[in-house]
T-cell receptor, first 112, second 109 residues
Framework: IAGITQAPTSQILAAGRRMTLRCTQDMRHNAMYWYRQDLGLGLRLIHY???????GKGEVPDGYSVSRANTDDFPLTLASAVPSQTSVYFC???????????FGPGTRLTVL | GQNIDQPTEMTATEGAIVQINCTYQ??????LFWYQQHAGEAPTFLSYNVLDGLEEKGRFSSFLSRSKGYSYLLLKELQMKDSASYLCAVMDSNYQLIWGAGTKLIIKP
């Protein structure tokens, strides 16, 4: 692994289903982030984690949950997917909260 | 509220110079970032400004004026591969990045 990986690359999901998007980094970065990107809007922060064992809510946290059991992994869970959660999801990490963020390749999620 | 404004789309000619502007109103300021994002790909870091002035990095330069809430990204000697979206982001007082919607740059031969 080099950098950040995300899985799956894309997914079509029925409304009401539970879904976990996976994110793994091998850079030993303390901080990790989940964003969603929608056409015409900037990236919006869903949840973040400044260090393993801690998480925080971003701008649009409703309907999403995260965990940070270790430094490398930061999964994002949609408990009961809704069509408005159709988006491209990016995971990112940084070595310090005011340093540049490195992004994973993204997960394209469609909720029908 | 917090707001980042940048033009939606710009067109420029290969070999020319283009300036992409960004204005911001945020709660606190801990630096301004520029990222490049090619279609269907992840954003990649271009530059970071925290003090007023110009930062130059090869063909790309970024300028910041904190008193005016203003930044620009200057791209020189444009190449076709520079066709991408350019994202302006400001780190607020909570050390969270607030993102603009991005400027789609189209390069014509």
């Amino acid at each position: 692994i080099a950098g950040i990986t995300q899985a799956p690359t894309s997914q079509i999901l029925a409304a009401g289903r539970r879904m976990t998007l996976r994110c793994t980094q091998d850079m030993r970065h303390n901080a990790m982030y989940w964003y969603r990107q929608d056409l015409g809007l900037g990236l919006r922060l869903i949840h973040y984690s400044n260090t393993a064992g801690t998480t925080g809510k971003g701008e649009v946290p409703d309907g999403y949950s995260v965990s940070r059991a270790n430094t490398d992994d930061f999964p994002l869970t949609l408990a009961s997917a809704v069509p408005s959660q159709t988006s491209v999801y990016f995971c990112a990490s940084s070595d310090g909260t005011n340093n540049e963020q490195f992004f994973g390749p993204g997960t394209r999620l469609t909720v029908l | 509220g917090q707001n980042i404004d940048q033009p939606t789309e710009m067109t420029a000619t290969e070999g020319a110079i283009v300036q992409i502007n960004c204005t911001y109103q945020t709660s606190g300021f801990n630096g301004l970032f520029w990222y490049q994002q090619h279609a269907g790909e992840a954003p990649t870091f271009l530059s970071y400004n925290v003090l007023d002035g110009l930062e130059e990095k090869g063909r790309f330069s970024s300028f910041l004026s904190r008193s005016k809430g203003y930044s620009y990204l200057l791209l020189k000697e444009l190449q076709m591969k520079d066709s991408a979206s350019y994202l302006c982001a400001v780190m607020d007082s909570n050390y969270q990045l607030i993102w603009g919607a991005g400027t789609k740059l189209i390069i014509k031969p």
